[in-house]
């Protein structure tokens, strides 16, 4: 079974540049998440899609960050204009249904240095 | 909202001695607590979970305990080995709503 890809694996911008990052589920996997995790934090849930839908995207910057997941499937996190602080990895993940239904499976990762 | 507290922060101990880590949570609906393992660059993956219907469980060195009374849950580790160094993430959910992460126990096996 593939598991959840993710590129680019590495980035390296300057402040109030752009950048976009791309995750692509397991197949049949009906929920997608972003995760922001700064080097020796937790991650921190940037938004969970069911199928199209938002269920969650309250610790969003909707100023600067925006996600959307196309048919359900693939999905990209744009970041616009990127700050020092968004120095991080991101990790997408996906799940079958629900987050108390099972494991989350993780992608490898991006990460991004803003300089 | 749900708040997940996670200790010790570091954790280190002698190979084949035990482990032990905490976590408390706040939210007495929450009915889904996993522990994700996650290695130096590497990205977090599930070692065991546990529903709230159910007190421990259990997988070779594995153990997961649950006390919904006290609202908290443990992960024990027996035999520890240089390969369990990592750090651990305790989770608690309830529904549909978002996996509220703990801040991380970095487990340092000493040889």
């Known amino acids: 079974e593939a598991g959840v890809a993710q590129s680019p694996r590495y980035k390296i911008i300057e402040k109030r540049q752009s950048v976009a990052f791309w995750c692509n589920p397991i197949?049949?996997?009906?929920?997608l998440y972003w995760y922001q995790q700064i080097l020796g934090q937790g991650p921190k849930l940037l938004i969970q899609f069911q199928n199209n839908g938002v269920v969650d995207d309250s610790q969003l910057p909707k100023d600067r960050f925006s996600a959307e997941r196309l048919k359900g499937v693939d999905s990209t996190l744009k970041i616009q204009p990127a700050k020092l602080e968004d120095s991080a990895v991101y990790l997408c993940?996906?799940?079958?249904?629900?987050?108390?239904?099972?494991?989350?499976?993780f992608g490898e990762g991006s990460r991004l240095t803003v300089l | 909202g749900e708040n997940v507290e996670q200790h010790p922060s570091t954790l280190s101990v002698q190979e084949g001695d035990s482990a032990v880590i905490k976590c408390t949570y706040s939210?007495?609906?929450?009915?889904?607590f996993p522990w994700y393992k996650q290695e130096l660059g590497k990205r977090p993956q599930l070692i065991i979970d546990i529903r709230s219907n159910v007190g421990e469980k259990k997988d070779q060195r594995i153990a997961v305990t649950l006390n919904k009374t006290a609202k908290h849950f443990s992960l024990h580790i027996t035999e520890t080995q240089p390969e369990d160094s990592a750090v651990y993430f305790c989770a608690a959910s309830k529904g549909n709503y978002q996996l509220i992460w703990g801040a991380g126990t970095k487990l340092i096996i000493k040889p």
């Open positions: 197949s049949g996997h009906a929920t």
């Open positions: 939210d007495s609906a929450s009915n889904y």
């Open positions: 993940a996906s799940s079958l249904i629900a987050p108390n239904t099972g494991e989350l499976f």
